[in-house]
């Protein structure tokens, strides 16, 4: 009696564990159809943008790098009413940039999808940063692991509604007081993603 009373209440685990699994990949597959229709930009026009963006960056040879990181600070200091953006989109452009604008801190670079470039983790950067003992500072975290080359940042490109012009970061860092960046406005002319404006640059 109690041998089937165990078979039973093992048969009935299991039934309702693979129900349980049925459902959770269902959901699953649900949230990524979800996540899916709601995709503003493809990765591919995201990518066009980014691979036209590196290519161009140019900097002294003894400090030329071929690593990259997303912006982190991007959403932070992104400012729209310093850009002006309502002389330069219309309304219909600003609500799509802003709806993009959202998706920044989620924005992972794909190493896949870049040409000659070296994705560095934000995480391992963050980890440099975040040195319990105190010891080192982020640089020298860095260039041991690294060496002294620097690394890119690149930010989420923000498209306008027709996905012809775009607002994207960019910056070079190589130390403390050792950086450059901008943020510019790339126009796709004649099918060719070209700068037509510098909204903000620094120097550090």
């Keep these: 009696m109690k041998l089937k009373l165990y078979i039973l209440i093992t048969i009935s685990f299991l039934i309702f564990s693979c129900k349980k699994t049925e459902t959770v990949e269902k959901n699953k597959t ?3 159809n979800l996540i899916h229709k709601k995709q ?5 026009e995201i990518y066009e943008v980014i ?13 030329k ?3 990259v990181t997303e912006d982190v600070l991007m ?7 310093d850009y002006k953006l309502d002389t330069l989109f219309s309304k219909k452009d600003i609500q799509f940039i802003r709806k993009q604008l959202i998706e920044v801190d989620n924005f992972r670079l794909n190493q896949n999808l870049l040409i000659s470039k070296v994705v560095i983790p934000r995480d391992t950067l963050s980890k440099f940063q975040n040195n319990k ?3 080192h500072s982020f640089w020298d975290n860095y260039t041991k692991k ?10 989420l490109p923000l498209f ?5 012009t775009v607002i994207i970061t960019s910056g070079f860092h190589c130390g403390g007081l050792c950086g450059v960046g901008t943020t510019e406005i790339y126009k796709k002319v004649n099918g060719k993603w070209t700068s037509i404006s510098t909204l903000e640059s620094w120097v550090s």
Excluded: A, C, P, Q
């Design 65 to 67: 790098t071929n690593y």
């Design 40 to 44: 503003l930009v493809s990765e591919k």
């Design 160 to 164: 306008s509604l027709d996905k012809k």
């Design 133 to 135: 003992s105190r010891k």
């Design 51 to 63: 691979n036209v963006v590196l290519g161009s960056l140019k900097h002294d040879e003894l400090i």
């Design 75 to 81: 959403k932070f200091n992104f400012k729209e009413k």
């Design 30 to 32: 649900v949230e990524n």
């Design 146 to 155: 690294y060496g002294n080359k620097g690394f890119y940042t690149m930010g």
